[in-house]
Every structure is written in C-alpha cells, then in structure tokens.
C-alpha cells in the first residue's frame, strides 16, 4: 500500500477575488452570484487523483477583508500549497497578489509551492493582461493560471496542477 498523501494548502487575496467561490466550484460544482465575505477563514478537505494516487487537499479558505489580515498567517502556516488570487478586472488585486507572494516567500513554509490564479476570465473588463502576470510567475519560479469560478474554466485545472507540484509530479 501506498501511503497517505496529505497537504494543507492556503487561498490568498484580496476580498471579493472570488476564493470562497473557486472553492465552491470545485468542491460542490456550483456557482453563487452573491457570496457573503468569509469571516476569519474555513477548510474543507477535497481529494484528487494524481495518477494512480488519492492527493487529499485540506484547503484553507481566507478573508481577503482588511480587518482580518492579522490571522492570515495563522492560516498560512504549514501550508505546503498556495493559491494567490487576484481578479483580472482589478488591478488592486492583482498588486495585493503580488505582496502576498512576496510575504509567503518571506514567513511561508520553505518550499512551499504557489500558484498564481487570475480570476473572473467571464469579464470583458480586463484591466490586468495575462502576459503581465505570466511574467511576473516566470520570474518568480511560480505557474500562473486563468480561470472562472462562474464557468467553472481552469478551476479544477489549478487545483489539479497544485497537487502534481506538492507530489512533486
Ligand atoms: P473574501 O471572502 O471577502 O476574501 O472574498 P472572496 O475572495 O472569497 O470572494 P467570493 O468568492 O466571495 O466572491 C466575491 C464575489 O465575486 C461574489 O459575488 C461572487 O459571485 C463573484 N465572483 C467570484 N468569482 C467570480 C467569477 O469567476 N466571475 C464572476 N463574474 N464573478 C465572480
Ligand atoms: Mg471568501
């Protein structure tokens, strides 16, 4: 028998990103147009099959919102796996992604892997181009994906490609 293979992984980014509604998508398959902020942050464990391996996800989910950001740490901590998510038509967002990055490089686990996820690819009103952050990924050593929690596009893909890198595949 092969071993159990567990991971704690972290939801980072600004409010109203659409975090809670990235996990909603992949976990329920469902989409809900008015989503209440989290508060504080919750887990929910989904598994993936890497292969001929169970990946078990225990995905933290964060408050984006201000007065939460002193227990974001606490959230972080021991994250092997991260998601930084900004929204593709707020470019506040996408330059709070990139200070998340920086600070999980700095306090994360070491070797924690990050993905860069860029959110609400369903909008016309892009103001952040994808080359922009695809380089900012590259230089950075990270993978960066596009998705749409309201169409369910690229979703599973990020997680998917979340848990090859924690299995180091
Ligand atoms: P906090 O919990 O405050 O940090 O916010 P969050 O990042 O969890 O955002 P949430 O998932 O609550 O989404 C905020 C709003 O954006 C909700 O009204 C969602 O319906 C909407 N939303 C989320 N993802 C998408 C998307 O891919 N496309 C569109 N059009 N709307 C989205
Ligand atoms: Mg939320």
Redesign the pocket.
């Known amino acids: 028998d092969q071993p159990n293979l567990d991971y704690k992984i972290v ?1 980072l ?13 992949l976990c329920k398959g469902k ?9 504080g942050g919750s887990c929910v464990i989904q598994n993936i099959e890497i292969g001929e391996r169970e990946v078990k996800l225990k995905i933290w ?5 201000e007065r ?1 950001q002193s227990l974001t740490p606490l959230y972080y901590r021991g994250a092997k796996g991260a998601l930084i ?1 900004y ?1 593709i038509t707020n470019s506040g967002s996408y330059k709070r992604a990139k200070e998340w990055i920086r600070e999980l490089i700095e306090n994360g686990e070491q070797d924690a892997k990050i993905v860069l996820v860029g ?5 016309e009103t892009k103001v952040v181009e994808d080359i922009t952050a695809q380089k900012f990924a590259d230089k950075n050593g990270l993978e960066f994906f596009t ?5 369910g596009e690229g979703v599973s893909q990020v997680f998917f490609a979340l848990a090859q890198l924690l299995v180091g595949k």
């Open positions: 939801l980014g600004d409010s109203s990103v659409g975090k809670s509604s990235l996990v909603l998508r989409f809900i147009e008015n989503l209440e902020p989290t508060i989910d964060t408050a984006g919102q939460f998510v929204d959110n609400k690819t369903d909008l998705t749409s929690a309201k169409t």
